[in-house]
């Protein structure tokens, strides 16, 4: 598989002054592109997928780079494990107050298929290494509606 994405985001927020806004004043774009490759791991159905893109920001913060990966094996006829990396570098310092940072989040889960077009995932996630931001660290549970 291959695919090409671009996106636009016009923020909510207003008030550059107020904290927890900072930064998320301005407009956005995020282009990427993805490649994804079936395969077979120890004899298991398996899939491989890489994502790399930039998005541009203004109002203050600096361009990130972005990369991720996802590892998906079969681990029985209903039940997948998912490994991912998800990965965001800044392009440097932006506007004074936005120092360069970066974030490494390591995910894994399992999506346990209930029929045809039902599945449920669960799992956790956590910074692997962070600078100059948060880490992050929890669980996740989601439904999946296949169509």
Same mark, same amino acid.
């Given at each position: 598989?291959? $695919?090409l ?7 909510? !927020? ?6 927890? #806004?900072?930064?998320n004043?301005? /407009?956005?774009?995020d282009?990427?592109?993805? *490649?994804?490759?079936? +395969? ?5 159905? !398996?899939? /491989?997928?890489?994502? !790399?893109?930039? &998005?541009?920001? $203004? #109002? ?5 780079? &972005?990369?991720?990966?996802? +590892?998906? *094996?079969d681990?029985?006829? =209903?039940? @997948?494990v998912?490994? #991912?990396?998800?990965?965001?570098? $800044?392009?440097?310092a932006? !506007? ?6 970066? @974030?490494? *989040?390591? @995910? /894994?889960? *399992?999506?346990? =298929? /209930? ?5 449920? @995932?669960?799992?956790?996630? %956590? ?10 660290? %929890?669980? +996740?549970?989601a439904?999946?509606? &296949?169509?």
């Amino acid at each position: 598989v291959f $695919s090409l994405e671009a996106n636009g985001y016009v923020s909510g !927020a207003r008030d550059a002054a107020r904290p927890a #806004q900072a930064g998320n004043t301005g /407009l956005a774009a995020d282009l990427r592109a993805e *490649v994804g490759r079936n +395969l077979t791991l120890f004899g298991a159905p !398996a899939f /491989l997928e890489a994502e !790399a893109g930039y &998005r541009f920001r $203004s #109002q203050g913060p600096p361009g990130e780079w &972005r990369g991720d990966l996802t +590892l998906g *094996v079969d681990w029985t006829a =209903r039940a @997948q494990v998912l490994a #991912q990396a998800f990965n965001t570098v $800044s392009n440097g310092a932006g !506007a004074p107050g936005f120092a360069a940072w970066e @974030q490494h *989040v390591g @995910q /894994l889960s *399992v999506v346990y =298929r /209930l029929d045809d077009k039902w599945s449920v @995932q669960f799992g956790g996630f %956590g910074s692997v290494y962070h600078r100059n931001t948060n880490s992050e660290y %929890g669980g +996740l549970v989601a439904v999946w509606r &296949r169509f």
